[in-house]
């Protein structure tokens, strides 16, 4: 059993375009996030929700919007999509937010903007 | 504020050679500090981490001991292997924060 999960696992898409990342974890987490890696693997927190409050909300384009029907899921809405929104979005999810709490990882979603 | 620096990639070393990756980090407070990887095409896993000065994180022949006297976190190994080529990540939780802070990632490369 995957305990992060995320699809789609690929997408490319045209720019201009909104698309969905979907996330779920089974772990019982009660906090999840939406971190984005570039090319050169640099990682960036975006979101992170606990217990579907919203608790980090980094400075990224509004058009990236976060959403959380409950605490085992975590989708990320993208709208009007921009060739610099290319990478790789990782879904995550720890024990609770904060210290000491060991992030645990999906595999990540490959978006390329064409 | 919080950060991380790590020794800049790619390091590429023989297999069986030793391997030493720096981390250094800034903090306001008593952080937690952790080394994720990452291997081709995955997302990144807990590979160790320490919660308090002095202690050692160790995991798969790979250690790391939190020094707050020189606010290091250095990752080591005796012997690598070809398996562990990847990406490794320094990360950083502060007291009273919710974010975990990473650095820019070391790529290892591991010739047979």
């Known amino acids: 059993d995957t305990a992060v999960s995320q699809t789609p696992k690929y997408l490319v898409t045209q720019m201009g375009n909104d698309k969905s990342i979907k996330c779920e974890q089974n772990?019982?987490?009660?906090?999840m996030y939406w971190y984005k890696q570039d090319s050169k693997k640099f990682l960036k927190i975006m979101f992170s929700y606990n217990n579907k409050e919203l608790i980090i909300n980094e400075t990224v384009p509004n058009r990236f919007s976060p959403k959380s029907p409950d605490k085992a899921h975590l989708n990320l809405h993208i709208n009007s999509l921009e060739l610099g929104d290319s990478a790789v979005y990782f879904c995550a999810s720890s024990q609770a937010a904060g210290y000491g709490n060991t992030i645990y990882f999906g595999e990540g979603s490959w978006l390329t903007v064409v | 504020g919080n950060s991380v620096t790590q020794m800049e990639g790619p390091v590429t070393l023989s297999e069986e050679a030793f391997l030493t990756i720096n981390c250094t980090y800034t903090?306001?407070?008593?952080?937690?500090l952790f080394w994720y990887v990452q291997y081709p095409g995955e997302g990144l896993q807990l590979l160790l981490k320490a919660t308090k000065a002095d202690d050692k994180g160790s995991n798969k022949g790979f250690e790391a001991t939190y020094r707050k006297e020189t606010t290091s976190f250095h990752l080591e190994k005796g012997s690598v292997q070809v398996s562990d080529s990847a990406v490794y990540f320094c990360a950083l939780t502060d007291t009273g924060g919710f974010k975990t802070i990473f650095g820019a990632g070391t790529r290892l490369f591991v010739k047979a």
């Open positions: 903090a306001t407070g008593y952080p937690s």
């Open positions: 772990l019982g987490h009660d906090t």
